[in-house]
C-alpha cells in the first residue's frame, strides 16, 4: 500500500510526532519585513539542504549568500552538513 510522502517522512527520519507545542520551538522572533523574509528564506534553504523538510526541493532556489553561510557553519561545527 502506498502511503503519502507526508506521512512516508516523519516515520522514515524518525521525526517526532504530537502537539506543535510539545514538537517544536521558536527560531526567532521578528517583526514582519524585509529581515524577517529573508530569515524564513534561509531557514528552509538550509533545511531543504539538510534534506530535513517536507516541500518540494525544487521550489528552493540556489542561494550562493546562504549556501556560504551554512559552509561556513559547518567548518565550524556548528551546524550538520
Excluded: W
Excluded at 523574509?37 to 531543504?48: D, K, R
Amino acid at each position: 500500500m502506498e502511503k503519502s510522502k507526508f506521512a512516508q517522512h516523519p516515520v522514515e527520519n524518525k521525526h517526532s510526532i504530537g502537539s506543535m507545542d510539545d514538537i517544536m520551538e521558536v527560531l526567532r522572533i521578528n517583526r514582519k519585513g524585509e529581515l524577517m523574509t529573508s530569515l524564513e528564506g534561509f531557514y528552509i534553504y538550509s533545511e531543504t539542504k539538510l534534506e530535513n523538510q517536507n516541500n518540494d526541493n525544487c521550489t528552493v532556489k540556489s542561494n550562493i549568500i546562504f549556501h556560504t553561510i551554512i559552509q561556513n557553519n559547518v567548518d565550524r561545527g556548528q551546524l550538520s552538513p
